[in-house]
């Protein structure tokens, strides 16, 4: 009964992790229509800011400076922040898919960071004792799960009301405006550029604090925690929960990190030790397959958009 | 620094015939493959499986001075045609459907998709290990004396490959200035409507790319699988290299990504000595990102 | 019978939304037919349609009598039917020859042959032949569209507002072509802006006002006739 409670509540908490992510790139593809690949990126930026701000002074490398955890995931809001603007001003005023690509390359850059840059990110090993917040007044185990898991739910509703609002508001419209119609994006020229800079960098910064909430929740990162799988997972949650829908994007989370916790797990029931390895590739591909099945049999997702502004207004 | 303009100019190669797959389905099909990466890989890795059928535990008998011998240029021959048959059949089985009714970044997203499942797909049949077309070690010739500039030593098989580069793009530019196919693909890619009323058959085109396309990532995957390693992992990690080579030639342009790619391997190559070898593929994202802050037409492409 | 003809054709780029709604129109060989009509009112859509570039939900296209409704836009010059478009009706990255050997090749014709005979319809083309198209002035690209469109001898043209952004040296040029070309025993749906110029060469006026036809008559007494600016501009005071 514990540890299927246990089990229950690591399943929420990484799904809930995830919703978050998604829910950021909600905010770029379905309220605006940029295309982010390098999601991964984003998300390990945030984590390994604040691992860097909150672990105990390590002399071989940069940090730590034992920082309130609070502390780390605002750094970590702050860094992912910085870098989708550095990426978004260079990138966002060409063509979409220049976007796809640049931020693709900078998820590669990331990667090769995290991967070489001891001194920062502890290379391949990556950073260890990340501090897990009030450990020490709860104690580890379940109890310790339960109550990170309502932190990260506290974080995921508050977004899920700040993201509602802000698509809502004049500014969200304007986002939706810019995404359906070329010539409504054209009008207000430099200031659709403005616009969009502004949902792409909030969107990174969902993933940043994402990434932070995951290396505390774990206790260490590495760069194998980052690679493109996760942002392809992060798209396959918000494709199949339906882009343009903010519940969407969350249950997306919940049904796909359910789809791939249960049949890893049924993976490593059936398949023999030896065989591992290759059975996961195949559910990368099963995976892969499903995705491409939701984009052609139900391009809305799950759910869909809502349709707050119809497309075809006054037709007939 | 002629060494590492030689191995800029090795990696270019491989890059560079990518890229020009690359950019005709790109300038075609008007979007960004990401699983184009993939199809070097199958392509490498078909031509393994075609040479392992081939040799049958026997021995290859290397050509001349080469690493391999003609079995490995029979395989090539064999995972030409069987590389471009995924691509068709990835083409019929998804983007044609949602380009049907979708827009172009919908199939951005399939073909990431697409990209992760070829890739699994080459993990889980072929596994992880790194795989040799040869195990014949080469000795590199010493074209260059040590005291000029650095000197300069070059095994035979990476000169083949950049002879055999040159003429796959010679040949590449001959059939698509003067054949009606070519000249067809050029049309199409410029303008799909017009070209359907000078009488072109632009599903037949579009077919005809992604069998092009994909023949060059085969020949690609092939050199740089016999200039390196045999690895899932070989096309994706070659992605942001053909993508900087794509738009620094100018979407569309053939030539263009063929110089793209050379500056790409010669960036790469630089790289190494600048921030180590380990940081390689920051060379391709610096050449991306200043093509794309200074010129993002590229360096001769004329459309925006 | 005619050699170009519409039959209650219904068209429209997204299924439910028809832009030409029932129109007919026919062109008889050494025919020059001008399609006019206030802006939007479907001329270029109608024009598309015909040359299979917008599906027709309802109606038929007629080419020397046979029904062509059902044959792909890509097959269409081959059976006699040429079509210059708008704008971007040369191909810009290929030169001038590539552009006329290519449609010759894929009509099946010998490219060499076809390409000389134009060169010999349009001598300034041959001058060019290296050039590549996007490099032309804006009447060459006239020149050249209608090159391409008439290489395979084709029964019908149609050409959507050719003098668009010409000098008035080149409009004259390029309708004095059309005569030529008229001469040839060849039907011209001509779809122009430019009425009076349109009605001077003509021989007969369809006038397509928001997707039906409102007018077909012979093209001369139309000049100054009062109910064409009433259409025009009803249309607009409408919209
Ligand atoms: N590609 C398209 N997709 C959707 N609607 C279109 C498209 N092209 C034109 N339309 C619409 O079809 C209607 C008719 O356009 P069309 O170009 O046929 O008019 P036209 O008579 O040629 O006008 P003009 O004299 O300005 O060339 C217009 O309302 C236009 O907005
Ligand atoms: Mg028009």
Known sequence: ?316 | MLQLVADGLIVGSVVSLGAVGLTLTYSLLRFANFGHGELLTWGAYLTLAFLGLLLAGAEMAPIGPFSFGWPLLAALMLALPATAAIALAVDWALFRRLARHGNAITLVIASFGAALALRNLVQFIWGTLPEYYTREIQIAIRLVPRDVLGGLRITPDQLLVLALTAAVVVLLHLFLSYSTLGRAMRATAMNPALARLAGADVAKVARATWVIGAALACIAGVFAGLTGQIRPMMGFDLLLPLFAAAILGGIGNVWGAVIGGLIVGLAESFTVPLLGAEYRAAGSFAVLIAILLIRPTGLFGARA | MSALAAREVVAGYEPGLPIVKGASLSVAGGEIVALLGPNGAGKSTLAKAMAGLVPVASGAVLLQGSDITAVPAHLRLKRGLGFVPQTENVFANLTVRENLELAASLAGLDRRAAREEMFGFFPDLARLARLEAGRLSGGQRQMLAVARALLAKPAALMLDEPSAGLSPRYVAEVFAMLARVRQAGVAILLVEQNVKAALELADRAVVLVDGTVRLDEPARPLLGDPRLPALFLGAREHA
């Open chain 1, 1 to 316: 009964m514990e540890s299927a409670l246990s089990y229950l509540a690591f399943f929420l908490v990484f799904a809930s992790i995830f919703a978050i992510a998604t829910l950021g790139l909600n905010l770029q593809w379905g309220a605006t229509g940029l295309f982010n690949v390098g999601v991964a990126g984003f998300f390990s930026v945030g984590a390994y800011a604040s691992a860097i701000l909150t672990t105990p002074p390590d002399p071989e490398r940069l940090g730590g400076f034992a920082l309130p955890v609070a502390v780390g995931w605002l750094g970590a809001v702050v860094a992912s922040g910085i870098v989708a603007w550095a990426v978004g001003a260079a990138a966002l005023r060409l063509r979409h898919d220049y976007l796809a690509i640049t931020t693709f390359g900078v998820a590669v850059v990331i990667q090769l960071v995290a991967l070489n840059a001891q001194w920062i990110t502890g290379g391949p090993f990556g950073r260890q004792s990340i501090p897990r917040p009030l450990v020490a007044e709860i104690g580890a185990g379940l109890l310790w799960n339960l109550f990170y898991l309502a932190v990260v739910l506290a974080i995921l509703a508050a977004l899920y009301w700040a993201f509602e609002t802000l698509v809502r508001s004049p500014w969200g419209r304007v986002l939706r405006a810019i995404r359906e119609d070329e010539g409504a994006a054209e009008s207000l020229g430099k200031r659709a550029m403005a616009f969009r800079l502004q949902a792409f960098v909030l969107g990174c910064m969902a993933m940043g604090l994402a990434g932070a909430l995951y290396a505390h929740f774990v206790g260490f990162v590495a760069p194998e925690d980052f690679l493109p799988i996760l942002t392809f997972q992060i798209w396959v949650m918000l494709i199949i929960g339906g882009s343009g829908n903010n519940r969407g994007a969350i249950l997306g989370a919940y049904a796909v990190w359910a789809i791939w916790s249960v049949s890893g797990g049924l993976l490593r029931e059936i398949v023999p030790q030896a065989e591992q390895a290759r059975a996961a590739a195949l559910q990368v591909v099963l995976i892969g397959v499903l995705l491409a099945a939701i984009l052609l049999l139900r391009p809305r997702g799950l759910i869909g958009e809502e349709r707050v502004v119809s497309r075809h207004a006054g037709q007939g």
